[in-house]
């Protein structure tokens, strides 16, 4: 069975540009969950959804959105970038989520010039 | 002060010792994950407790909610156990639930 995807791996930018990360959830997971890992701050909660609704959102400004699609893929969305936005976005999905165990991809490291 | 607080930040080990990671938290949980992240970001979840201790192989995890109190133990390490755990608190259950992280305990078992 395949793991949760992310992609790219890998991604520079420069402060003012958009970018949208990609998570493909282990099939048959209903909820994708996004976090923002960076050294000063640790992992924080960006937002949770399932069934193509947002259902949970950490303290994050609109600059962050997301959106699900109708198998379940999601995709975040960040605009006008920032050099603090530079961190590693993982994606988490379970079957039903909540604050239910998840499985989690290998992240997508965002490097903003 | 953080709501969640690990300890120690740093912990060096030799192969075979018994580690023990600590997670104090400050509000109200309805459950605590233990979280393993290996270097390039790879992140397991190991344990999902809401009371008690539960075990897997050689780890195990207890919480004592009274005193708002986890630890996660190693047994018989090794330095395949050498990673990043995470303790992270849910504050409410249902779908509109607060996630909080602590900032990791940087584990080394050297050989």
């Known amino acids: 069975k395949a793991g949760v995807t992310q992609t790219p791996r890998y991604l520079i930018k420069t402060r003012g540009q958009q970018v949208t990360l990609s998570c493909s959830p282990i099939s048959g997971h209903r909820s994708v969950s996004w976090y923002q890992q960076t050294p000063g701050q640790g992992l924080q909660f960006l937002f949770e959804y399932f069934s193509e609704t947002q259902r949970n959102k950490g303290n994050f400004p609109g600059r962050f959105s997301g959106r699900q699609f109708s198998n379940s893929r999601s995709e975040m969305n960040v605009s006008t970038l920032e050099l603090g936005d530079s961190a590693l976005y993982l994606c988490?999905?379970?079957?039903?989520?909540?604050?239910?165990?998840?499985?989690f991809g290998d992240g997508t490291r965002l490097s903003i010039l | 002060k953080n709501e969640v607080e690990q300890s120690p930040q740093n912990l060096t080990a030799q192969e075979g010792e018994f580690i023990t990671i600590n997670c104090s938290y400050s509000?109200?949980?309805?459950?605590l994950h233990w979280l393993q992240q290996h270097p390039g970001g790879g992140i397991v979840s190991l344990f999902m407790l809401s009371s008690g201790k539960k075990k897997h192989g050689r780890l195990i995890a207890t919480i004592n909610i009274q005193e708002k109190h986890s630890s996660l133990h190693i047994t018989a390490s090794h330095p395949r156990d050498s990673a990043v755990y995470i303790c992270?608190?849910?504050?409410?259950?249902?779908?509109?639930?607060?996630?909080?992280f602590g900032k990791g305990t940087l584990l080394t078992v050297n050989p």
């Open positions: 992270a608190v849910i504050n409410s259950g249902g779908s509109n639930y607060k996630l909080t």
């Open positions: 988490a999905s379970s079957r039903i989520g909540g604050a239910q165990p998840q499985h």
């Open positions: 509000v109200g949980i309805s459950a």
